[in-house]
T-cell receptor, first 115, second 116 residues
Framework: AQSVTQLDSQVPVFEEAPVELRCNYS??????LFWYVQYPNQGLQLLLK??????LVKGINGFEAEFNKSQTSFHLRKPSVHISDTAEYFC?????????????FGIGTKLQVIP | GAVVSQHPSRVICKSGTSVKIECRSL??????MFWYRQFPKQSLMLMAT?????????EQGVEKDKFLINHASLTLSTLTVTSAHPEDSSFYIC????????????FGEGSRLTVL
């Protein structure tokens, strides 16, 4: 079974500063990796995903993430955050099981951008 | 990208009544949909997997008689909370699996249920 660990439940950061949200996963087989963002009282939307190929993945809103197989990590980064980036961020992994892709989410990291 | 619409976004009901939440895939056919429950400041808890034309698969600890799921068509899944109680108050989110079958999910806007 796979699992996802988001090490930081909350990350406060000043506007225009860089940020890194950490995600580690465990799985005995290859997985696909995702980052989703959730704004208050809304559903989740995809920020970026890693399926294969280049380990550096670029997503929407200036975010990027790097897949590191040896460290089983998929950390999310942004060089300069904006107030509008304040939201909850979820890391997720999926693997094929029982006829469909089984998705496991991390507990989420709340990014608080301080003006 | 694929769009999933969830309705209603907010619902308030009295204890003992039933509430139905709809989840529609607007521009694609969704063979598989998922229902999640999200508690305040917590992650998403998968409640059940809904497959078109067959019975839903419930996660351990989820009462299937209380949370009725119907996936009658390739674009519609419904969650009915039967005989709702205050402890059922929560944020419910549906999602549909993308057609590339990588596990990418497309989420509805969520439904905030408040049971008085």
């Amino acid at each position: 079974a796979q699992s996802v660990t988001q090490l930081d439940s909350q990350v406060p950061v000043f506007e225009e500063a860089p940020v890194e949200l950490r995600c580690n996963y465990s799985s005995s087989v290859s997985v696909y990796l995702f980052w989703y963002v959730q704004y208050p009282n809304q559903g989740l939307q995809l920020l970026l995903k890693y399926l294969s190929g280049s380990t550096l993945v670029k997503g929407i809103n200036g975010f990027e993430a790097e897949f590191n197989k040896s460290q089983t990590s998929f950390h999310l980064r942004k060089p300069s955050v904006h107030i509008s980036d304040t939201a909850e961020y979820f890391c997720a992994v999926s693997l094929y099981s029982g006829g469909y892709q089984k998705v496991t989410f991390g507990i989420g990291t709340k990014l608080q951008v301080i003006p | 990208g694929a769009v999933v619409s969830q309705h209603p976004s907010r619902v308030i009901c009295k204890s003992g009544t039933s509430v139905k939440i709809e989840c529609r895939s607007l521009d694609f056919q969704a063979t598989t949909m998922f229902w999640y429950r999200q508690f305040p400041k917590q992650s998403l808890m998968l409640m059940a997997t809904s497959n078109e034309g067959s019975k839903a698969t419930y996660e351990q600890g989820v009462e299937k008689d209380k949370f009725l799921i119907n996936h009658a068509s390739l674009t519609l899944s419904t969650l009915t909370v039967t005989s709702a109680h205050p402890e059922d108050s929560s944020f419910y989110i549906c999602s549909a699996e993308g057609q590339d079958y990588t596990g990418e999910l497309f989420f509805g806007e969520g439904s905030r249920l408040t049971v008085l």
